[in-house]
Structures are given as C-alpha cells and as structure tokens.
C-alpha cells in the first residue's frame, strides 16, 4: 500500500503500543485509538512509515498495519430526509 499526505486511514488491528510523532518520541499506551477512528497522513517517513493524526495524538505507524478508511457514501437523494417535513 502507498499513501499521500492528506489520506485517510484507519488501524487494522490493535497495536501493543503507539509510538508518538514528536521530535522525541515515546511509546504511548494502544488504548488512546480505537480500530473504527479514523486518522488523517500528516506525514511520510522512510521504511513504508506514516504520520498519522487521529483525535488524541499524532503516531508513526507502519502502512502494513493501516488500511483505507471507506468513504461514506452520499445520501440518495430519493430517500427521505429527518430535514424535510
């Protein structure tokens, strides 16, 4: 898999442990992001490595370990709406 700055991507499975994207990194417990949130690639590091920023911090994750996140699809717009009345 490859990715771009600005992809969406998402945990596989969870990680024993998170390592931050700080000028000093630190390993962080894997509880802090859950497998359905998604995470925005902020950055490219060398060895298939990505910045990835998700709600409660930034980590360096392998890309064997992400997968795309599905985009949600658009509201049809012959279904009813909860907006209508």
Known sequence: ????????????QQLPYLKTADPMPML?????VSLDEVGEVVGLHPLDTVA????RGTYLISLDQLEAANQDKPVDQDEPSDLEE
């Not at 898999?1 to 596989?12: C, E, F, N, V, W």
């Not at 990835?52 to 709600?55: E, H, I, P, T, Y």
């Open 52 to 55: 990835v920023r998700f709600r």
């Open 28 to 32: 962080r417990p894997s509880d802090l």
């Open 1 to 12: 898999m490859t990715a771009s700055i600005g992809d969406r991507l998402r945990l596989k």
